[in-house]
């Protein structure tokens, strides 16, 4: 099929703008949240116009549709207080600004009211350049560290750097499927095979570039970087259709057989989140790229443990005036921050001296230049002041050149940069707490799965296998002090727990013990812990226990509020039950796994719970008498069902909930 595009002169980017030509911050409804005990409230700036807006919402992240519409309100309305939101539960909502059947602007926010703490992030595989085995030995082991205190499940994977794209996915696919907990999240660290892939083409026969540099206008045609490759691990990538010489270097020219890859669009939903901190070929900051990992991997620490502080605010600078690339700016920092805390500002001038949490830029680009921003030089000579960055212009999202001005941010400030606006990228569920990574998966799967957010049409961009994060995809806006020091001792029944006093600013500590067949975290402290010191009393059968110790706090955001946890410190025990004669209750359940209905045997069993696989609670009742649940309404996955006995012995089995 033919792709029409149009070329514009000086920097020859290309957009197609469906929004009846609104550009950038007019093309976007900035909602903010407020939140009730009764309800949750969306707000927005008034506006002059001749139409309504529409508001949709849905209650999983994992539906593929928005349904209709709960609320069509008029022209001067500012806010819409959705009454059915309940506290402790997420909701995405989506508000449209209309005229007649006309689309004016969109608005979408994560939102919620005291959503629960998410204590166990998922399975994250390491995939490490083999070069820094050794002269990263000690970053690498307290990465690693850092990341199981935050509740990930973490195993390495090394790669050399001579082997093939081709080589190093059959390892990794091999290493996921030996792990003992499913991976969700893959951090390549340094200079692992890059994947080309892909025919961008202004000739007809495929899709465009994404910058629009067809033949004969910058000639940026056929394989771009796609890591992309590495988090989709059920399709296949072919070598064998893609004939593409045009290129403007040999480095992105595409030939059968040559290890560069077809697809030009991701061929199937990308299952991993992936993010690369890889610094190699960066000259321009006068230090080899082991010295300029170590002093990311620095940064990343502190930033993780709560020791690295930033203003929580939001810096667009657009010198794409006429182009809606700096909606990517707007729309996310608008879930962030109060709309006045988002700043259109220059970007070098303003950062040298003022820190963002989050910066946007945009303009006419090269490989290591920005018009009305900047060069890599600037983020080597000085260190801009934020640690999150999206970048828009020709070039910068085929990343793996010298100097690549998206990778040149990690080398000395922001610990993660993004292509955004080509496409849209939608990262603002991190309002509420959730990892850079997440929104990096929604993004790249974002036509795969439905068309679920505008694109921002630019350039049939949406869905191409150039979408990559340069920096680590497990970081979030906030970040909170680390538990140190856990020990746990069993005596009289009870275990024990003892840390040390964690600094910095936090409401408390949690407690969980985790369930280690399952890797499910159960909460045993039902109240804020203010001590250094807990018992958990309910622990009578003997066995071997783990224990994990967190901070907690409450966070408030544009977008709602949210239980945040920061690093935990970890103990087992052997605890041995000083009463004789009682044993274990056995707790069944059937069908597991199951549909819809999930029964099971609960003679002398009560206070009955479901925890998810992430260790919330769910918000379930069971009458008296309860011998079977109605499971339609759960969402697919694994789950955990806790009781206790006429004893008040605690009991616990896994289910699984699949699909009806």
Known sequence: MRKTITIFSLFLLTAIQPLSGQTSKSQVMMVNVTVQSDGITLNWPSATFSGSYLIFRRDNLKLNTWGNSIA???????????????????????????????????????????????????????????????????????????????????????????????????????????????????????????????????????????????????????????????????????????????????????????????????????????????????????????????????????????????????????????FNLASTGFHNFSSFFPNDSVYERDYVTTLKSNSYLWSYGCGPGSYTTCGGIGSSTDFANDSLRHIFTSLAGSFFGDWDVTNSFLKAPLGRSALASFWGGIPKWYVHTMAMGKHIGFGTRVTMNNQVNNGMYFTGSFNYSDSSVHIALMGDPTLCNRHLPHVKGLTATSANKRVSLKWNKSSGVFDGYAVYRIDTATNIYIKVSKYLVTDTVFTDSFNFFTGKYRYVVRTIKKETTASGTYYNLGGGSYADVNHINSISGITRPSLTVFPNPCRDMLHFGAEGLHNFEIFDIMGRRLDMTFPAGTVQLDLRELADGHYILRCLDNNDLEVSVPFIKIAP
């Open 72 to 322: 069509n309100l008029p022209s001067n309305a500012t806010s819409y207080k959705d009454v059915a939101a309940t506290p402790g539960k997420s909701y995405e909502y989506w508000v449209v600004k209309t005229a007649g059947t006309s689309a004016l602007a969109y608005g979408f926010v994560y939102a919620g009211n005291e959503l629960k703490e998410v204590p166990y992030k998922g399975g994250i595989v390491l995939l490490i350049d083999s070069n820094y085995i050794t002269p990263l030995a000690s970053e690498l082991g307290r990465l690693e560290n850092d990341l199981k205190a935050e509740g990930w499940d973490v195993t390495r994977l090394y790669a050399g750097r001579k082997q093939t794209p081709a080589s190093v996915k059959s390892a990794l696919r091999a290493h996921i499927s030996a792990r003992k907990h499913p991976a969700t999240t893959l951090m390549i660290i340094g200079h692992v095979p890059v994947p080309y892939s892909g025919g961008f083409t202004g000739n007809g026969t495929n899709w465009p570039p994404p910058d629009g540099h067809v033949e004969g206008s910058g000639n940026h045609t056929g394989a771009w970087p796609a890591d992309g490759y590495y988090g989709d691990l059920d399709d296949i990538w072919t070598d064998s259709e893609i004939q593409m010489t045009t290129g403007h270097e040999a480095r992105i020219q595409n030939i059968p057989g040559d290890g560069k890859f077809d697809p030009t669009k991701f061929p199937s939903t990308i299952e991993l989140e992936v993010g690369r901190i890889d610094l190699f070929n960066m000259p321009i900051f006068g230090v080899s790229d082991t010295i300029l990992m170590k002093r990311y991997m620095n940064r990343n620490h502190l930033w993780r443990t709560g020791q690295l502080t930033t203003i929580e605010r939001g810096l667009i600078d657009d010198n794409f005036g006429g």
